[in-house]
């Protein structure tokens, strides 16, 4: 969210993201081949075209020219589209499918909750309209809460997309489709500029006597609404499809007519043809979520009375009850189980509970509408109800939990400009209201508890008093559905979808920025529970649920709302933070950490996500070697992956579902995984891919948070500093390219580049159809087929090879020509240019590195003060990722972060070794500039020889010493980072690996 221009909105978007761009590509991509000027081949070939075979065919050319529709064509043949998304899935390491699913053009876009969804959808509009000149697109969205999010985010958004796109001609109006006037859709059907409609699928669904949409209008010249939407053939994106699989929901959308339809969503129903995936361990791994950590409240002296909760009420195969009891285990230990009771069965009864708290206790009847039972010494308790839990107690400690991690946090982040927010799920209004009816007179138990910890809590600290002095009352705020009584405005339980819900939302969702601002006194925010999908806010750092978690996708939805990476005021608006010791999200549950963890990792797996456990697609993006034994950019792919997942399986490595067994031991003396010949080289990356399949990295326990002390006088040291304005001076390089060099290996490169397919035209009598290659089989009726070449305009190759490349004209021009297969450029332009983009990128990637020349400039890469700065602020450290330093004067921190077992090893080292005086794992910040993007070195060492020569050391840790092992950009880097040191005077910088440190 940062790096890019201003928006008008004071957010910043990052228009840079890999991941992002990766995903709107694969969109992109499936259309290769289209023409850009489509609409105008048709109309200038439909005179050639036999006249339409239905009446049908000739209806929606008449429609279209009725409403005036400008509209989508789309003349790629299927075939031709089945094979770009075959190539798109290889590529993202996705299983290739064998033909379309449902033969219909209906593609999934999978993307984890929190980054960037919509973003990616809104963008890929304008890239199919400059790409492509599709320009009318209908987000369809499940609920006005949605819908509203949309909204929001396209008018943050707008100035950003023009920035990018206006340069490009593309213009764009957004409005919501509101179903009061039916005209509404005329501007959207006869624009030339791209035209976003966002609609509910409540307002298509329906017919004449529910919806407007489907009545004709007189202003319409007798039309229905539809018939405008459906003669544009609009692009259909999807928002939260799962919500939207209903066989209504389904021809409603298909009623619209679209060219093809998107759908985004964290969690597909059912599956078509998926053609990106960034699941939850991708999202982590990245580092494009928080990291989640759990702090428990568990009950003390739980069973002082007895706990009972009715689960379900069930009639076959015989009535029985589901009650959640607190049962004595074989170690005489008490754990909660669900257990089925029957009619008049004692509720202690050695089979059931062997619990004598529940003596006397009994159901005395059962019904299953409405679902309850009743209870002899209690009386009637309903479904989902529970009785004896002593919540109140817990609740309260639960708030005071949050409320500690809260100040903790705000004192931690205040100064970086982050507002921290806290967001409590309650599910019964009068928990919060009492006898009041407004945020302003409530008074019910969370209220009073949370007034009256918030001050015992502030009071332990003066800093937390001079943060937040305000009565507890400013500090929070309730969003509920409302309803008017009269003149009197009050709050109302609800279920998150009804009418009086979109007043909550809208109070939600439209003052995100407001809820962002330092000034905004608000920072505790109570939300009904029912109030979880289509709202999140990034500043959401704590959650807490105060019910019995029960749901099975309760965690998940809960912790979506707020794993989105945190914004920072800045003086260029707001700014992403994706500092791992920032962005976390505290769950404060009433659980244990093992059941929230086992609990979400089932909810998980119920979706079709394997969190924690191997996944069949682990080892999709693992780079290929070429024929001799380097890596390459091309990738392992879905097949080859599942081939060594199921060759763990049968070794015993990993159980059915991918869970790692206790036979995996990459650490014992001769470890070995049996790997297939072909595999064997991969071994390393697939050890190291195994060991991170564990659900304690994407959860964490707070007892495992641990903060660093920094050795404050090793900063303030004159040698430090010496040594620290060594390796930092700044550098510029120039990269000097032998032109005649370049030519050779491009036109080289080029030439043995596959054979690029002709695109033809056929014009049949269904109309016009764009195909690669020659005809495939002749039909009695053979329509008329005729090369691209010459129908239409070409696209400028030189200059879009030059905004690739950077290269001269003279140079394409002679590579070009050079190359002798320019005709395949005029038969079958876009492909030709992709081929040739890709040829000369990486012929150039790999010369660029031999001619980089660096020369030492003032200034430094990391001013000392600076990094004093960042040392004293405190961090979200935890243990699983830190050595503990045993001679601490040696080192900045008690404790060193480390990203792999290699960096620990190696850490572990320098502290034993009495010849290193000092060493520090460098910060991210401390960042190198090379041709391929800039470099973070790992360690910075002062060694001592013969008691008194002090040498600088700069290390990069590695698994290998083999170049061919690492990938090119890796090894591009490196290569200049040692060039860049060379020219500072560091001469001493180097690759380490186990068996091979050397220092």
């Not at 299927?78 to 770009?84: E, F, P, S």
């Not at 004598?356 to 309903?382: C, K, Q």
Request: charged share 30%; net charge negative.
């Amino acid at each position: 969210m940062k790096n890019s221009t201003a928006s008008g909105s004071g957010f910043q978007f990052d228009a840079s993201q890999p991941y992002q761009l990766d995903a709107i590509a694969s969109v992109v991509d499936l259309f290769d081949g289209q023409p850009k000027d489509a609409e105008k081949l048709v109309t200038t070939l439909r005179g050639a075209a036999v006249l339409p075979d239905s009446d049908q065919a000739a209806l929606d050319i008449d429609l279209t020219q009725e409403v005036g529709a400008v509209g989508n064509s789309l003349v790629l043949d299927r075939d031709l589209i089945l094979a770009n998304l075959q190539r798109v899935q290889d590529r993202n390491g996705l299983e290739v499918a064998p033909s379309l699913a449902g033969d219909a053009l209906d593609f999934d876009i999978e993307m984890e909750t929190g980054t960037g969804k919509t973003y990616v959808y809104l963008r890929t509009i304008f890239d199919l309209a400059v790409r492509y000149n599709f320009t009318k697109f209908v987000i369809l969205v499940p609920s006005v809460a949605i819908r509203e999010g949309v909204s929001t985010s396209i008018r943050l958004m707008r100035q950003h997309f023009e920035n990018l796109y206006k340069p490009q001609g593309v213009t764009f109006d957004a409005s919501i489709y509101s179903g009061k006037s039916a005209e509404e859709v005329q501007s959207f059907a006869t624009s030339t500029n791209v035209q976003i409609l966002i609609m509910t699928i409540d307002s298509i669904r329906g017919n004449a006597n529910t919806r407007i949409i489907h009545q004709t209008r007189d202003k319409l010249n007798g039309l229905r609404p539809i018939d405008y939407l459906k003669a544009t053939h609009p692009v259909v994106i999807m928002d939260e499809p799962q919500n939207m699989e209903s066989q209504l929901s389904q021809s409603a959308v298909g009623e619209l007519d679209p060219v093809f339809t998107l759908r985004y969503s964290a969690t597909h129903k059912k599956q078509r043809n998926v053609v990106y995936r960034l699941d939850p361990v991708d999202a982590h791994d990245l580092g494009l979520v928080k990291q989640i950590v759990v702090a428990e409240v568990a009950q003390q002296g739980a069973d002082a009375t007895p706990y009972i909760k009715l689960v379900e009420v069930r009639r076959e195969p015989s009535w029985s009850a589901r009650l959640e009891l607190s049962c004595r285990k074989a170690d005489g230990s008490l754990e909660r189980r669900v257990v089925s009771v029957k009619q008049h069965q004692e509720l202690s009864d050695a089979r059931l509970t062997n619990n004598p708290i529940y003596e006397g206790w009994r159901i005395n009847e059962m019904s299953i509408e409405p679902a309850y039972v009743d209870l002899t010494t209690h009386g009637f308790l309903y479904e989902g109800e529970s009785i004896g839990a002593s919540a109140g107690a817990i609740y309260k400690e639960m708030i005071r939990e949050t409320i500690r991690e809260h100040l903790r946090k705000e004192s931690m982040l205040r100064t970086k400009g982050i507002k921290v927010l806290s967001l409590f799920f309650v599910d019964k209004v009068a928990s919060y209201l009492g006898d009041g009816t407004n945020n302003d007179d409530a008074n019910g138990d969370f209220v009073q508890w949370f007034d009256e910890v918030f001050v015992e809590e502030r009071a332990t600290s003066a800093r937390y008093q001079e943060l937040l002095p305000q009565a507890p009352s400013e500090l929070r705020r309730a969003y509920f559905s409302q309803i008017k009584r009269g003149k009197t405005t009050t709050f109302q339980d609800s279920s998150g979808t009804t009418k009086a819900d979109d007043g909550a939302y809208e109070l939600i969702m439209q003052q995100k920025e407001r809820l962002l601002d330092e000034n905004e006194p608000v920072r505790f925010i109570f939300s009904h529970s029912a109030l979880r999908e289509g709202w999140d806010n990034p500043n959401v750092f704590q959650i807490c649920t105060l019910r019995e978690m029960g749901a099975e996708t309760e965690r998940r939805q809960t912790l979506g709302r707020g794993l989105r990476l945190p914004v920072a005021k800045t003086d260029d608006g707001y700014t992403r933070v994706a500092d791992r010791g920032v962005a976390t999200l505290t769950v404060v549950a009433n659980e244990s950490y093992t059941k929230f963890a086992d609990a979400l990792q089932r909810e998980y797996k119920d979706a079709g996500v394997e969190i924690g456990r191997v996944r069949r697609a682990e080892f999709s993006k693992i780079p290929l070697q070429d024929e001799n034994g380097a890596l390459t950019d091309d990738q392992f792919g879905y097949q080859r992956s599942v081939l060594v997942w199921e060759h763990l399986k049968d070794k015993g490595f990993i159980d059915k579902d991918g869970a790692v067994t206790s036979k995996f031991q990459p650490s014992q003396l001769g470890f070995d995984l049996g790997l297939p010949v072909d595999f064997v080289w991969a071994e390393p990356i697939i050890i190291e891919l195994v060991e991170r399949a564990n659900i304690g990295k994407y959860v964490k326990p707070v007892s495992k948070r641990q903060p660093r002390v920094l050795n404050k006088q090793l900063y303030a040291n004159p040698e430090f500093e010496e040594f620290w304005e060594a390796i930092t001076q700044k550098t510029t390089y120039r990269v000097r390219v032998g032109r005649d060099r370049l030519i050779e290996n491009a036109v080289r490169a080029i030439r043995e580049a596959p054979t690029i397919d002709p695109l033809r035209i056929e014009v049949t009598r269904a109309g016009v159809k764009v195909t690669r290659g020659g005809a495939k089989g002749l039909e009695i009726s053979a329509p008329r087929r005729e090369l691209l070449a010459g129908s239409y305009d070409l696209p400028d190759i030189i200059t879009e090879l030059q905004e690739a490349t950077s290269l001269t004209r003279k140079t394409i021009v002679d590579i070009l020509i050079g190359s002798e297969r320019l005709g395949e450029f005029i038969g079958n332009p876009n492909d030709f240019i992709a081929m040739t983009k890709r040829a000369l990128q990486s012929e150039l990637a790999k010369i660029v590195v031999d001619g980089i020349q660096y020369e030492r400039i003032a200034g430094s890469v990391y001013e000392l003060r600076e990094l004093q700065r960042d040392g004293e602020e405190e961090k979200e450290r935890f243990l699983d990722q830190m050595y503990k330093v045993q001679h601490t004067q040696k080192t900045d921190f008690d404790y060193v972060v480390f990203d792999s077992d290699v960096e620990r090893q190696f850490a572990e080292l320098l502290d034993s070794r009495e010849d290193i005086k000092l060493f520090m794992k460098l910060p991210a910040k401390f960042k190198i500039d090379t041709p391929v993007g800039p470099y973070n070195p790992d360690w910075a060492i002062i060694k001592q020889e013969d008691g008194e020569d002090r040498i600088y050391m700069i290390r990069e840790t590695k698994s290998t010493l083999d170049d061919s092992k690492l990938r090119p950009t890796e090894l591009a880097k490196i290569k200049s980072a040692k060039r860049h040191f060379e020219a500072i005077g560091i001469d001493d910088y180097a690759r380490a690996v186990p068996g091979a440190w050397r220092i």
